[in-house]
T-cell receptor, first 110, second 114 residues
Framework: QQPVQSPQAVILREGEDAVINCSSS?????VHWYRQKHGEAPVFLMI?????EQKGHEKISASFNEKKQQSSLYLTASQLSYSGTYFC???????????FGQGTRLTINP | DTGVSQDPRHKITKRGQNVTFRCDPI?????LYWYRQTLGQGPEFLTY????????KSRLLSDRFSAERPKGSFSTLEIQRTEQGDSAMYLC????????????FGPGTRLTVL
C-alpha cells in the first residue's frame, strides 16, 4: 500500500532541474508532497486532488496522473535551500489518512 | 510561537517502562495526527483525532499504544511496556478542516528504548 518513490536519491548542481516521482498501486483521491530537512519536521509543499485541483507553493509544480496513479514533483532552477528529503503522501478515497513513501533525498551542491 | 509543540523532545527509557508524550496543536486546528518515523523512512500513520474523537487507529498499532485528546485541545500518546522496536521519532501534526489538508508538524519526540 505504501507508494513507491523514485529516484531514491539525486545529486544536482545549483540551477539544475529535478523530477521526483510517486507511484501507487491503489486508486488515489489525492497526493500530498512534503519536504523534510535533516533533523527537522516535514514541511508541506503541495496537495494535488483528483480532478485537477492543486494547492501549494508558486515555485514548485507537480502533476497527478489519475489513470496511472502517479504524481511527479518538478523542481526547476534548484536552489541550495531545496536540499532535503521529499515525501509523497497518498490518500485513498474514504481513508482519512496519508500513507507516505520512503522518500527521495535531494542534494544540491553549489 | 504559534506552531505545533511536542514535549519532551527526547526520551530515553528502559525496556518495559511506560512513556507518555504530549502534543499541543495550533489552537484553531480541529484535526490532530500522530505518526512514527524511523531512520530513512517516511512518517507512518498511527492515529488521528477530529476534535476530541479518535476516528482511526492504525492496524499496525498494538494494544500497548493509546492516545487521547481530551476537550479537543492537546493530545497525549502513551506507550506501555516499551520494547526496543518502539525506538523512533514520534511526530504530531495538526490541520484545519474536515478532510486531509495541509498538515503542520511538530518537532517530534525522539524515543530511545534501551
Amino acid at each position: 500500500q505504501q507508494p513507491v518513490q523514485s529516484p531514491q536519491a539525486v545529486i544536482l548542481r545549483e540551477g539544475e532541474d529535478a523530477v521526483i516521482n510517486c507511484s501507487s498501486s491503489k486508486a488515489l483521491y489525492s497526493v500530498h508532497w512534503y519536504r523534510q530537512k535533516h533533523g527537522e519536521a516535514p514541511v508541506f509543499l503541495m496537495i494535488l486532488l483528483k480532478g485537477g485541483e492543486q494547492k501549494g507553493h508558486e515555485k514548485i509544480s507537480a502533476s497527478f496522473n489519475e489513470k496511472k496513479q502517479q504524481s511527479s514533483l518538478y523542481l526547476t532552477a534548484s536552489q541550495l535551500s531545496y536540499s532535503g528529503t521529499y515525501f509523497c503522501g497518498t490518500e485513498i478515497q474514504g481513508a482519512q489518512k496519508l500513507v507516505f513513501g520512503q522518500g527521495t533525498r535531494l542534494t544540491i551542491n553549489p | 510561537d504559534t506552531g505545533v509543540s511536542q514535549d519532551p523532545r527526547h526520551k530515553i527509557t528502559k525496556r518495559g517502562q511506560n512513556v507518555t508524550f504530549r502534543c499541543d496543536p495550533i489552537s484553531e486546528h480541529n484535526r490532530l495526527y500522530w505518526y512514527r518515523q524511523t531512520l530513512g523512512q517516511g512518517p507512518e500513520f498511527l492515529t488521528y483525532f477530529q476534535n476530541e474523537a479518535q476516528l482511526e487507529k492504525s492496524r499496525l498499532l498494538s494494544d500497548r499504544f493509546s492516545a487521547e485528546r481530551p476537550k479537543g485541545s492537546f493530545s497525549t500518546l502513551e506507550i506501555q511496556r516499551t520494547e526496543q522496536g518502539d525506538s523512533a521519532m514520534y511526530l504530531c501534526a495538526s490541520s484545519l478542516g474536515n478532510r486531509i489538508n495541509e498538515q503542520f508538524f511538530g518537532p517530534g519526540t525522539r524515543l530511545t528504548v534501551l
